[in-house]
C-alpha cells in the first residue's frame, strides 16, 4: 500500500470529529467518505473534511474503492451489529472505538470475527497514549524505579458525561453501563501495565448526583457517576479503580499510582483544556513523580504534550499518537497495539464490575458467565 491513506467514517458525532481533526494531521491521510444520520453532526464533520463526500449508508463507505481504512465512533450500541456488517461486505483495516460491544452475548461472537478476520482491527484505547501514561508504562515495565508491580491505583475525578446526539449516553442499554463506556480505558490499562489477567473484581457504585433531574421516554437515567473498584489478578497483583464524575473542580483528571518493592511512580494528568477556568492561567502540566525507597526523595517531571496534538482533541494529546500507529499498521509498517481481543477483555471486565456493584458480590473471572478465556479463546 502507497504511503497516502484514505478514511471512511462510521458515525461522526463527538469522538468522531475528534477523529477527524487528528487524522488531518497525518501525512498523506485524508477522509473520502462519512456516514453520520444526524445532519447536525455530519455538517460538523464536512466542514472538518470539506473533500469527504457524505455516504447515505454504512455500505456505502464500506464498499468505496476511495476507502483504504475505517473509523467506528457510532454510539456503543452500534459496534458489534456494525462490525459484522462490515465483515460480511469486505475486509478492511479498522480503527474501533471504545467499548467494543456492549452486551455480553456479543463478546465471544466479536471474538470469533476477530480470529478470522484478514485485516487489522485496532481498538481506540486512547489512554494508553497519552504522555505522561506512556511514560508511566515504560516506568513500570521496565521495572528500574519500582522493581516488580504489587499494587496499581488510578483515580479519576471528572466533569459528568456530555451530551449527544439523543442522549444516548444516558442509560446503560446503550452505553453498556458508565464502567463499559467510560472505564474500559482503565480496565484496559490494568491489563496493559500488570501484563496479566484478571481473576477477580469487586465493585461499589451509585447513581448519587448526575442527571436525576433528567427525564425521557426511557426514564431516569441510570448510568452510574461513582464508583470503586477492586481487581486481583493471576499474578498476584491487585488494582484499584476510584471514579468520580461530578468533581470536575480537580486540578487533575486522572491520576496513576504504581508500587513495587523499590519505589512507587505516579502521574498527573490533566482534564480538556478547555474546560480549564482562563482566570487561573494556564492548565496544568501532565507530571511524573518517582518516589524510591532507598534514598527517599521524589524527584517531579513535567511530561508536556504537543500544543497540536494537545489542541485536536480533549484527550491529552492521546488521539493523535494513536492514529500515527493505526496509519502505520494500515500501511503495513507497525504492528496493532490494541487488539480487538484486548478491548473486549476490558470491556468484560467492565461488564463484570457492573454486575458486581448490583448484586453486591465479588466476580469470578476463571468460571461462570464472565470466564475471560471462555469468551475471548487464546489469545
Given at each position: 500500500m502507497s504511503e497516502s491513506v484514505r478514511y471512511g467514517l462510521i458515525g461522526c458525532g463527538m469522538m468522531g470529529q475528534e477523529h477527524l481533526r487528528n487524522i488531518a494531521l497525518l501525512p498523506g491521510a485524508s477522509v473520502t467518505r462519512i456516514f453520520e444520520p444526524d445532519h447536525a453532526m455530519a455538517d460538523a464533520s464536512l466542514a472538518l473534511a470539506p473533500s469527504a463526500q457524505r455516504a447515505a449508508s454504512l455500505a456505502e463507505v464500506v464498499?468505496?474503492?476511495?476507502?483504504?481504512?475505517?473509523?467506528?465512533?457510532?454510539?456503543?450500541?452500534?459496534?458489534?451489529?456494525?462490525?459484522?456488517?462490515?465483515?460480511?461486505?469486505?475486509?478492511?483495516?479498522?480503527?474501533?472505538?471504545?467499548?467494543?460491544?456492549?452486551?455480553?452475548?456479543d463478546v465471544a461472537r466479536l471474538a470469533e470475527l476477530g480470529r478470522h478476520y484478514g485485516a487489522p482491527i485496532w481498538v481506540a484505547m486512547e489512554y494508553r497514549y497519552m504522555p505522561p501514561v506512556a511514560r508511566l508504562a515504560q516506568e513500570v515495565h521496565s521495572q528500574t524505579h519500582t522493581g516488580p508491580m504489587h499494587m496499581l491505583a488510578i483515580r479519576e475525578h471528572r466533569f459528568p458525561f456530555l451530551v449527544k446526539v439523543g442522549d444516548w449516553n444516558r442509560f446503560n442499554q446503550y452505553t453498556g453501563g458508565t464502567l463499559v463506556e467510560k472505564c474500559c480505558h482503565f480496565f484496559d490499562l490494568m491489563r496493559h501495565l500488570t501484563r496479566?489477567?484478571?481473576?477477580?473484581?469487586?465493585?461499589?457504585?451509585?447513581?448519587?448526583?448526575?442527571?436525576?433531574?433528567?427525564?425521557?421516554?426511557?426514564?431516569?437515567?441510570?448510568?452510574?457517576?461513582?464508583?470503586?473498584?477492586?481487581?486481583?489478578?493471576?499474578?498476584?497483583?491487585?488494582?484499584?479503580?476510584?471514579l468520580c464524575m461530578f468533581a470536575e473542580g480537580s486540578r487533575y483528571q486522572e491520576e496513576i499510582s504504581v508500587v513495587g518493592p523499590r519505589g512507587k511512580v505516579e502521574c498527573f494528568v490533566p482534564g480538556p483544556g478547555r474546560f480549564w477556568p482562563t482566570h487561573l492561567g494556564p492548565a496544568p502540566v501532565p507530571r511524573l513523580v518517582l518516589s524510591p525507597r532507598n534514598p527517599k526523595g521524589p524527584q517531579e517531571l513535567e511530561v508536556p504534550v504537543d500544543p497540536t496534538a494537545l489542541a485536536a482533541g480533549d484527550h491529552n494529546g492521546s488521539t493523535l499518537y494513536q492514529h500515527q500507529r493505526f496509519n502505520a499498521a494500515v500501511r503495513g509498517k507497525g504492528a496493532v497495539e490494541v487488539s480487538l481481543r484486548d478491548g473486549l477483555a476490558a470491556v468484560v471486565m467492565g461488564m463484570a464490575a457492573q454486575e458486581s456493584a448490583r448484586t453486591g458480590q465479588a466476580i469470578d473471572l476463571t468460571q461462570g458467565p464472565f470466564k475471560l478465556e471462555a469468551l475471548l479463546g487464546h489469545p
Open positions: 464498499q468505496a474503492a476511495d476507502v483504504d481504512c475505517l473509523v467506528i465512533t457510532s454510539p456503543n450500541f452500534r459496534h458489534a451489529e456494525q462490525m459484522h456488517e462490515i465483515a460480511a461486505l469486505r475486509t478492511l483495516p479498522i480503527l474501533l472505538e471504545k467499548p467494543a460491544c456492549t452486551a455480553l452475548e496479566s489477567e484478571p481473576v477477580r473484581v469487586f465493585a461499589s457504585a451509585s447513581v448519587a448526583h448526575n442527571h436525576r433531574d433528567e427525564q425521557y421516554p426511557e426514564g431516569t437515567p441510570d448510568i452510574l457517576d461513582n464508583a470503586f473498584v477492586i481487581l486481583d489478578f493471576a499474578n498476584g497483583q491487585r488494582a484499584s479503580l476510584d
